[in-house]
């Protein structure tokens, strides 16, 4: 899953529509948010019980594997998902085979019984929700014009929060039905693809280039020898380890650290404590980027953020209680959100070139996606070997200080 990785293609697309067409905002918010409730009630609540289920003993190290694998798989496949569309130029059959495609890929993960199979289907599940995700992430530059891209992402932003929520609100309600829990997920993309299809008409695009490999790899190197970008890229690399270490294991956490209310499920907390922190994620990214705006600082507000995570993170290796969880969920909601926030807005500012800056943006992206893929290793790692949950908290307390330092060193903005 690259939660935070669309496809930056182009800033503007020749023959975009001087307003935005009527109903797309809603049906972005909807699409994305189906898409997040896939991701999160799959990843965060139904896959981990069904690792259970299949390897308990060996669960965090199975949980690891598959996770590793297929964000890995899932990385490798979005620009070949992205490239579909572009060469087609066409985004809504894309959006509606995906969607439809999802109900048939959460069947399968749902009928399966070993580890291996169960890594085999969810690389099916992340290649039809590639397809989906990025054929949908480049409709705001296809079809959006330049004047409100603004409200197009908050739009398209909506769907992280609203679908975290529901993804472990239906999770939990299928911890003893997983297949059927894996089903209403597949239906609610479905449902999703089919609306946006039905409610947006898109004209036929000419295919973007295609870019070799060589070029790409030349790109990266290139916008890494910028100093403050370079920086930009290690600090949020180091917060977003350090996050996606501790959430890919929530549930686990709450099943073997936390000590849970007498008749609390962990797919209960998990309901709890997903929402809580959505809405002080929510409630952080707009706060801080109106403050940052109006204060003009914005290292200050992405150090601050950084090590208020940090400082989340450690408060449930101090306390394993349930009180202490709910503090950390929304200490780390509004230290993770605000980070985002303001980070987003920061690097727009020391983009190395002003002509190059969806390039530049696409390289950026890999600072969010590279630790998704690193942190189901690294987490089970520290589990198995380096001591339990609570050094686990520790590296992730430690990975977000390191992020917050590495902002210090960039000069372009205050």
């Given at each position: 899953?690259?939660?935070?990785?669309?496809?930056?293609?182009?800033?503007?697309?020749?023959?975009?529509?001087?307003?935005?067409?009527?109903?797309?905002?809603?049906?972005?918010?909807?699409?994305?948010?189906?898409?997040?409730?896939?991701?999160?009630?799959?990843?965060?609540?139904?896959?981990?019980?069904?690792?259970?289920?299949?390897?308990?003993?060996?669960?965090?190290?199975?949980?690891?594997?598959?996770?590793?694998?297929?964000?890995?798989?899932?990385?490798?496949?979005?620009?070949?998902a992205g490239a579909l569309s572009d060469r087609s130029g066409r985004r809504?059959?894309?959006?509606?085979?995906?969607?439809?495609?999802?109900?048939?890929?959460?069947?399968?993960?749902?009928?399966?019984?070993?580890?291996?199979?169960?890594?085999?289907?969810?690389?099916?599940?992340?290649?039809?929700?590639?397809?989906?995700?990025?054929?949908?992430?480049?409709?705001?530059?296809?079809?959006?014009?330049?004047?409100?891209?603004?409200?197009?992402?908050?739009?398209?932003?909506?769907?992280?929060p609203l679908g975290s929520t529901l993804g472990a609100l239906i999770g939990?309600?299928?911890?003893?039905?997983?297949?059927?829990?894996?089903?209403?997920?597949?239906?609610?993309?479905?449902?999703?693809?089919?609306?946006?299809?039905?409610?947006?008409?898109?004209?036929?695009?000419?295919?973007?280039?295609?870019?070799?490999?060589?070029?790409?790899?030349?790109?990266?190197?290139?916008?890494?020898?910028?100093?403050?970008?370079?920086?930009?890229?290690?600090?949020?690399?180091?917060?977003?380890?350090?996050?996606?270490?501790?959430?890919?294991?929530?549930?686990?956490?709450?099943?073997?650290?936390?000590?849970?209310?007498?008749?609390?499920?962990?797919?209960?907390?998990?309901?709890?404590?997903?929402?809580?922190?959505?809405?002080?994620?929510?409630?952080?990214?707009?706060?801080?980027?109106?403050?940052?705006?109006?204060?003009?600082?914005?290292?200050?507000?992405?150090?601050?953020?950084?090590?208020?995570?940090?400082?989340?993170?450690?408060?449930?290796?101090?306390?394993?209680?349930?009180?202490?969880?709910?503090?950390?969920?929304?200490?780390?909601?509004?230290?993770?959100?605000?980070?985002?926030?303001?980070?987003?807005?920061?690097?727009?500012?020391?983009?190395?070139?002003?002509?190059?800056?969806?390039?530049?943006?696409?390289?950026?992206?890999?600072?969010?996606?590279?630790?998704?893929?690193?942190?189901?290793?690294?987490?089970?790692?520290?589990?198995?070997?380096?001591?339990?949950?609570?050094?686990?908290?520790?590296?992730?307390?430690?990975?977000?200080?390191?992020?917050?330092?590495?902002?210090?060193?960039?000069r372009g903005v205050r």
């Amino acid at each position: 899953m690259a939660l935070s990785a669309p496809r930056h293609t182009r800033t503007a697309v020749p023959g975009a529509p001087d307003r935005t067409p009527r109903g797309l905002l809603p049906l972005l918010t909807l699409g994305n948010t189906a898409m997040f409730t896939l991701y999160i009630g799959v990843g965060g609540v139904l896959l981990p019980l069904q690792i259970e289920h299949i390897d308990r003993a060996d669960k965090v190290a199975m949980l690891g594997l598959v996770s590793g694998v297929s964000a890995v798989f899932a990385t490798l496949f979005n620009p070949v998902a992205g490239a579909l569309s572009d060469r087609s130029g066409r985004r809504n059959p894309w959006i509606l085979g995906g969607g439809l495609a999802a109900v048939g890929a959460m069947a399968l993960l749902g009928g399966v019984h070993t580890v291996l199979l169960v890594a085999l289907a969810w690389c099916v599940g992340q290649a039809v929700m590639n397809v989906f995700q990025a054929a949908l992430t480049s409709v705001v530059p296809d079809r959006v014009p330049l004047s409100v891209r603004g409200k197009a992402s908050a739009a398209v932003g909506l769907g992280m929060p609203l679908g975290s929520t529901l993804g472990a609100l239906i999770g939990s309600a299928f911890t003893h039905h997983l297949r059927t829990g894996y089903l209403v997920l597949g239906l609610f993309v479905a449902v999703a693809a089919l609306a946006f299809t039905a409610g947006t008409r898109e004209e036929r695009r000419p295919p973007a280039e295609a870019v070799p490999l060589k070029r790409q790899f030349a790109a990266f190197m290139s916008a890494l020898r910028s100093h403050d970008f370079k920086w930009a890229f290690i600090g949020r690399a180091l917060l977003v380890l350090g996050y996606f270490c501790v959430f890919g294991y929530q549930l686990y956490i709450l099943d073997d650290h936390i000590a849970l209310p007498t008749g609390m499920e962990p797919a209960d907390a998990v309901a709890i404590l997903t929402p809580l922190s959505a809405v002080a994620m929510a409630v952080a990214t707009v706060v801080g980027g109106l403050l940052s705006d109006r204060l003009d600082r914005r290292k200050l507000f992405v150090g601050v953020s950084a090590l208020v995570s940090a400082l989340s993170l450690l408060i449930p290796a101090v306390s394993p209680t349930w009180p202490a969880m709910l503090v950390f969920a929304g200490l780390n909601g509004l230290g993770f959100g605000c980070f985002l926030a303001v980070d987003n807005a920061l690097v727009t500012m020391i983009l190395p070139s002003d002509g190059d800056a969806a390039r530049d943006l696409g390289v950026l992206n890999m600072a969010t996606a590279g630790p998704q893929i690193l942190a189901p290793f690294v987490a089970s790692v520290i589990v198995s070997v380096c001591g339990g949950y609570t050094v686990l908290f520790l590296v992730g307390a430690a990975l977000s200080v390191f992020g917050a330092l590495a902002v210090r060193p960039i000069r372009g903005v205050r």
